[in-house]
C-alpha cells in the first residue's frame, strides 16, 4: 500500500515538474518575443529588466533576469527562509534558461510586428498563462513575489495588495524609461494580466461536486471508491411524491472525471436524479491540503 502512495506521489511530482517547465517556457516566450522589444513593463523581475534595458544596453534581458533573480533568490533566503520553496528556485532557473535559449536562437533588435496592441494582448495571454500554471503547482517565478511575501512577513500589508504596488511602481517606470504610450500600455498590461491569471487558476481549479438521489446505491459508490478513487458521503432519503426509500450520494471529482461518472450513473440508475456543481475550491484529501 505505502509502495503504491509513493509511486503516485513521485507520478504527482513528475506531472507538476513538467507543468512548471511548461509554464516557464510559455512565461519566457511572452516576455522575450512580446514585452521586451516593445517596452512593456508590466511588473515582476521581466518588467525590471525591460525598464533597465532601455537604460543599460550593455547587458542582455536574458542576463538581466537572471542576475535579478539570483539578488532576489538570496535576499528570499534571508529574510523567508523555506518559504522562497524549491519549486520557485527550479521555476526561477527554468524561466532564466528558457530566456536565454530564445536570445541565442532568435535574435532580436526589434518588435515581431507593428502592431504594439496585439503584441500587448500575446505578452499578457503568454505571460498571465505561463504565471497561473506555475501559481497552480504551488510555485512561481521569483521575483517580486518574494519581495511581496518580506512585506507581508515585516509589515500589516498583504501578499496582494505588496505585489500590486510593487509591480505597479515598476510598471510607472515606463513613463519615465520609455514614452507615454509605452507606460500606458504597460500599465493596462499590468491590470489586464491580473485578471487573466485569477481567471485561468479558477478554471484550472474547477471541480464537479455531485448529488445523486438513487435507489441503487451499492453499485455506484463502489465505482466512485474502487475505480475513480473518490469517496463519497451518503445518507438517507425518502421521495414525498412516492415516499420511496432512496440514498442521497455527495462525492467530488475532477472535471475530466466527471463526463464518465455521469456516464456510469446513467447505466447503473436511469432513474437517478443528478445535481452537479462547479466549484473552483476543494480542500481534502485527493484535493488541495492548503
Known amino acids: 500500500m505505502k509502495a503504491t502512495e509513493n509511486n503516485a506521489s513521485f507520478k504527482k511530482n513528475i506531472a507538476e515538474y513538467a507543468a512548471m517547465t511548461a509554464g516557464a517556457l510559455i512565461m519566457a516566450a511572452g516576455v522575450y518575443f512580446f514585452k521586451i522589444p516593445n517596452g512593456f513593463s508590466t511588473g515582476g523581475v521581466s518588467g525590471i529588466a525591460t525598464v533597465l534595458g532601455g537604460v543599460i544596453s550593455f547587458v542582455t534581458p536574458a542576463t538581466m533576469i537572471s542576475i535579478i533573480n539570483v539578488v532576489l533568490l538570496l535576499i528570499g533566503f534571508v529574510f523567508i527562509g523555506r518559504e522562497t520553496g524549491l519549486r520557485t528556485v527550479f521555476c526561477s532557473i527554468a524561466f532564466s534558461v528558457f530566456t536565454w535559449l530564445f536570445e541565442f536562437l532568435f535574435p532580436l533588435s526589434s518588435p515581431l510586428t507593428d502592431q504594439p ?24 517565478s521569483g521575483g517580486t513575489d518574494i519581495v511581496a511575501l518580506i512585506l507581508k512577513k515585516y509589515t500589516s500589508v498583504n501578499v496582494g495588495i505588496a505585489l500590486l504596488i510593487t509591480d505597479f511602481l515598476i510598471s510607472a517606470s515606463a513613463f519615465l524609461v520609455f514614452d507615454l504610450k509605452t507606460g500606458l500600455y504597460s500599465l493596462l498590461g499590468l491590470f489586464a494580466k491580473s485578471f487573466l491569471v485569477d481567471s485561468v487558476i479558477q478554471n484550472l481549479n474547477v471541480c464537479k461536486a455531485f448529488t445523486v438521489i438513487t435507489e441503487k446505491p451499492e453499485p455506484i459508490v463502489d465505482y466512485i471508491i474502487n475505480e475513480m478513487k473518490h469517496s463519497a458521503t451518503s445518507y438517507d432519503a425518502e421521495g414525498e411524491y412516492t415516499h420511496s426509500k432512496k440514498k442521497v450520494i455527495v462525492t467530488l471529482c475532477k472535471r475530466r472525471e466527471a463526463v464518465r461518472l455521469k456516464k456510469k ?26
Do not use: K, N, W
Not at 119 to 128: C, F, H, K, S
Open 117 to 140: 496592441f496585439l503584441e500587448l494582448v500575446y505578452a499578457i495571454l503568454l505571460t498571465g498563462v505561463g504565471s497561473a500554471i506555475m501559481f497552480y503547482c504551488d510555485a512561481s
Open 265 to 290: 450513473i446513467q447505466d447503473i440508475d436511469p432513474g437517478a436524479f443528478v445535481i452537479v456543481e462547479h466549484t473552483s475550491e476543494i480542500i481534502g484529501r485527493g484535493f488541495r491540503m492548503h
